[in-house]
């Protein structure tokens, strides 16, 4: 098949070209080589911003298009506008951050979304709206319309939870990785049963060029099976051969200290608080229904494996920037206070 990806080189992006590139794909990507330039010297890449230049695609057809980075509707627009007449099939990677209510278990592909006024929404395209902001879940679900409205019924979906594995600059399970591989006290947030869904970056570009193949249509929630943060945390330490002591740190006490959950622990979301003032807890966000994926051929390697392959990544990276995480030095201070509180 010949596949047109928009971005393809980092991340997610990567490893869907991969899996493209072993089943023997011919594959063309339009990115604006910002990241691992020269990553695939063997496939053609357009270098381009999709608002400005996607003419330079010229006036070829492709059996499918995979969008990686559509983030805001405004910049979506030029790029669909000038494909949907040249691909059947489009791969829209979405987020299941577009639902409106994690306070609710099971989500699944009919419960409520985000939304956001026009006003709002042309007051974000004027200030210059950046992609991770607090509309990031109604900007996802914008873009899907937009898409579905030019390509009505020939669109999939990808509604993604929590990608983890090599290459991943979000840092969230490389953190756990790194910081338990280090060994000594570490904090452990909430109790060791709180539950954990995320998926291999590997397994999800798997399942998306088997849908693809197949071409597929309609929305999917695609992340893991669901697992526990105790779990994830003694695997990490069993894989990483680790020392490592886990103090297990009461939300309430975390709060007290102004640990903020998701950036300074990493995967930890809130039991008994709202992620902001007025909001639930976001307790149904790691419970999400992917029946439908797997009903279609979603599979998973086991944890270990993504660990393990994470672990050797960040060796041969010998990363030492990280975007989210404690300091060793305020994890040593939130220690001591944890320890004079149960005294």
């Not at 903020?260 to 902001?276: A, C, I, N, R």
């Not at 994470?310 to 990363?319: A, N, S, V």
């Amino acid at each position: 098949m010949k596949i047109l990806i928009i971005g393809g080189t980092r991340f997610l992006g990567r490893y869907i070209t991969l899996e493209a590139l072993n089943r023997n794909h011919d594959i063309t990507l339009f990115n604006r080589g910002k990241e691992n330039r020269t990553l695939f010297p063997e496939v053609e890449t357009v270098i381009g911003d999709r608002t400005e230049d996607i003419a330079l695609l010229g006036d070829r057809v492709w059996d499918c298009v995979i969008d990686t980075c559509g983030f805001v509707p405004w910049n979506v627009e030029p790029s669909i506008q000038y494909l949907k007449s040249r691909t059947k099939h489009y791969v829209y990677i979405s987020s299941q951050s577009v639902y409106s209510d994690f306070s609710q278990f099971h989500i699944d592909e009919h419960s409520p979304v985000e939304t956001i006024s026009a006003e709002t929404v042309d007051e974000c395209k004027r200030t210059g709206y950046g992609p991770y902001g607090e509309y990031y879940g109604a900007m996802k679900f914008l873009c899907e319309q937009l898409i579905e409205q030019h390509m009505p019924q020939n669109v999939l979906h990808v509604r993604a939870g929590l990608i983890s594995g090599p290459h991943d600059y979000s840092d969230r399970l490389s953190y756990w990785i790194n910081r338990i591989s280090q060994g000594g006290e570490v904090v452990a947030p909430g109790h060791s049963e709180q539950p954990i869904q995320l998926i291999d970056v590997r397994d999800l570009s798997s399942w998306i060029i088997q849908m693809v193949e197949s071409r597929q249509t309609g929305v999917f929630n695609v992340t893991g099976t669901q697992t526990t943060m105790g779990h994830l945390l003694e695997e990490c330490r069993r894989i990483t051969d680790s020392n490592a002591d886990f103090q297990w740190v009461e939300e309430q006490f975390l709060y007290k200290e102004q640990v903020q959950p998701w950036t300074d622990l990493p995967l930890w979301l809130p039991e008994q608080h709202g992620l902001s003032d007025g909001e639930k807890p976001p307790v149904g966000f790691f419970h999400v229904n992917i029946n439908k994926a797997i009903h279609t051929g979603l599979s998973f390697r086991s944890l270990s494996e993504t660990i393990a392959d994470t672990l050797q990544w960040l060796q041969e990276e010998r990363k030492e920037d990280w975007k989210c995480g404690l300091t060793l030095e305020k994890e040593k201070v939130l220690l001591t206070n944890w320890k004079w509180n149960q005294d």
